[in-house]
């Protein structure tokens, strides 16, 4: 019996490939643009004909190609971006598959010309249906140029099943979009049809999303606020829309390490931040930006996924909620600050009632997890064919760690049992396992909520010092410290100019207590100096965060059950997440699973 199986010819395969890879022509300008980003592009010209039926160029000034190299960049699995399976972990590249060329000529006319700055002269190579017709050497700038002719020419079935020329526009601007609003520092052009229908220059992030967006009087990005979050995890930065500008379309954007994503427990993050804020039926705006180490995340998903699995999304959801509602809460703070009258100064003899910021409670369910692999045995059949290739073995099924739990505080009763330990840590039981509290973290937490909500309602508490202080500062720390000074003295801290470069400290705020108020003014002047940012309601959070951290108990003091039970008790009543702003873990659990292994 003669055999059966046989490789299927490079053509054919190739075909195969590009229907998972080039669905329409905005597929195929998606990987064609983020070819040009990879490449070091900072100009980078689409041009699209008829829906890019006819025609899809797009024009950079990158680094080019050799002539072997452009020659090379159309064969299948053939990429400059990386070399072996462990560089998957490290990427910073939009592309590594080396398919989206070779899927790209499979189905189209392809025409390219590339030079490298250090060559004299270019290439052009004229592809169709993967083979090569033309090569030959040529005058051209430095940069690529790619033409995709009549896409789809050799695929009938493909090709009817595009829709009209201005859907198929639409999605190549949405992708054209997606793209665009990641890389402000790249200039990008859109033309259809000899029409330019977008120029977008080199500019700020936000200045980007005003050009993309902005297209009436009022400027778009007047209703953002900033989001910023750095932790140790992730950094998050991007903006979120006001409240009262939510609509039922809004724009929503993440992305994380310059790509596009969708990612549904993300956005209930946000939703949940704006919990009793919108309007029934709308939705905030959000461009969010995630910046995380290249191995906490699989980005070896399908190519035209949008969907992207995060190793500790969990965190991630904590950390993003809180600074959303950090934003929010700015927000709302600012207009009812002024600076204009006195502060009190009093001395009481009982701490005082703090006024606390109704947080909404946070609500979500531990168990959701939208990316949960399948069973490993619909995993195993799900594997088939070229995906095989790129699934890395630290994403097998069997080796995925358990999802992190999401963990709150329970309610803190007169009995609730509780016992300190170390003189670090407060223990208590609960339905999820054996807690341990923080107990320098928590109280941080709790005096950063108060000290924020002193700050809105300009009620901070003085307490003179008997025996004033001088503080003396070098130029920069005078600069900001002047700044600073008002909010300063909203908080409780009085402060005198003596000479150019030095201040008297009469008062402080009472949670100071016995701390040091030369120490904490230049730690908090440096934090604020840290954040890297003059906008002033993110040096209210650094400063906020840097006297809480001063004021609080520190590691080490033995605390009364009555203490704790009060510790425990503001603690929920003014937080609810397990992060702090800077990302330290505030309180974990042990749980009954874990413990039960240990026996
Ligand atoms: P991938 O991007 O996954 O590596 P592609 O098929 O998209 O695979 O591209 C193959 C290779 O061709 C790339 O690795 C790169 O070396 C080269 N290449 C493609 N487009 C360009 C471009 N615009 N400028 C320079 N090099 C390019
Ligand atoms: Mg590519």
Redesign the pocket.
């Known amino acids: 019996m003669s055999d059966i199986i046989h490789l299927l010819p490079d053509n054919v395969a190739n075909q195969i490939a590009a229907g998972e890879v080039i669905q329409r022509p905005a597929s195929c300008l998606k990987?064609l643009v983020?070819?040009?980003l990879?490449?070091g592009a900072t100009h980078i010209r689409v041009l699209v004909r008829d829906g890019g039926r006819t025609l899809l160029q797009v024009i950079?000034d990158?680094?080019?190609?050799s002539p072997t190299?452009a020659r090379m960049?159309f064969e299948r699995h053939?990429?400059?971006?990386i070399q072996q399976a462990s560089d998957l972990f490290q990427l910073r590249t939009m592309?590594?598959?080396?398919?989206?060329?070779?899927s790209i000529c499979a189905v189209a006319h392809v025409e390219v010309t590339?030079r490298r700055p250090e060559d004299e002269m270019g290439t052009r190579l004229e592809i169709a249906g993967s083979d090569v017709m033309a090569q030959e050497v040529v005058q051209c700038p430095v940069g690529?140029n790619?033409r995709v002719k009549n896409l789809f020419y050799n695929v009938p079935a493909r090709r009817r099943f595009l829709k009209t020329d201005q859907t198929e526009m639409r999605n190549i601007q949405t992708e054209y979009n997606r793209i665009a609003l990641v890389y402000p520092g790249v200039q990008f052009t859109l033309v259809n049809n000899d029409e330019i229908i977008s120029e977008l220059p080199i500019s700020s992030m936000k200045q980007r999303i005003e050009n993309v967006f902005g297209h009436t009087s009022k400027p778009f990005t007047s209703q953002l606020v900033d989001v910023s979050a750095n932790t140790e995890l992730v950094n998050i930065y991007g903006f979120v829309g006001k409240p009262e500008m939510a609509t039922k379309n809004s724009h929503q954007y993440f992305f994380v390490n310059g790509r596009f994503m969708r990612h549904p427990y993300f956005h209930k993050a946000i939703l949940t931040a704006y919990s009793g804020l919108l309007a029934a039926e709308t939705v905030p705006s959000y461009f969010i930006y995630f910046d995380i180490q290249p191995d906490a995340i699989d980005v070896n998903i399908h190519p035209t996924k949008t969907e992207i699995k995060f190793a500790d999304e969990q965190a991630i959801f904590q950390i993003l909620l809180a600074a959303v509602r950090e934003s929010l809460g700015k927000f709302n703070i600012t207009p009812s600050l002024d600076f204009t009258s006195e502060t009190r100064i009093e001395m009481p003899q009982t701490s005082p009632k703090p006024t606390t910021i109704a947080m909404p409670r946070l609500q979500v369910d531990p168990s959701y997890n939208p990316f949960k692999k399948p069973s490993s045995h619909q995993q195993q059949s799900a594997a088939t064919g070229w995906e095989k290739l790129y699934v890395p073995s630290s994403y097998e099924p069997t080796s995925e760690p358990a999802p992190q739990q999401l963990f709150t505080l329970p309610s803190i009763t007169d009995t609730t049992p509780l016992m300190q330990w170390q003189n670090k840590y407060i223990v208590l039981p609960t339905e999820q396992g054996l807690m341990l509290v923080h107990q320098h973290r928590a109280h941080t937490a709790v005096l950063y909520k108060e000290l924020l909500s002193q700050l809105k309602e300009r009620k901070g508490i003085s307490q003179s010092l008997l025996f004033p202080e001088v503080i003396e500062l070098s130029n920069a720390d005078m600069t900001t410290l002047q700044s600073l000074q008002s909010d300063l003295q909203v908080m409780g801290f009085a402060l005198e100019q003596l000479s150019p470069n030095a201040y008297t400290i009469t008062a402080v705020p009472m949670q100071l207590g016995q701390v040091n108020p030369i120490d904490t003014l230049l730690q908090v002047i440096h934090q604020v100096q840290d954040t890297g940012s003059n906008v002033a309601l993110q040096w209210q959070e650094a400063m906020t965060l840097t006297l809480a951290d001063k004021m609080a108990i520190p590691l080490g003091k033995s605390l009364t059950d009555m203490e704790m039970r009060d510790l425990l008790i503001r603690f929920n009543e003014n937080y609810s997440v397990q992060y702090l702003n800077n990302g330290q873990t505030i309180f974990t659990i042990l749980t009954l699973d874990e413990v039960q292994k240990r026996f």
């Open positions: 990987e983020e070819n040009s990879d490449a950079d990158g680094k080019g190609m190299d960049a053939a990429t400059s971006k592309g590594f598959r080396g398919e989206a060329l070779a590339t690529t790619i």
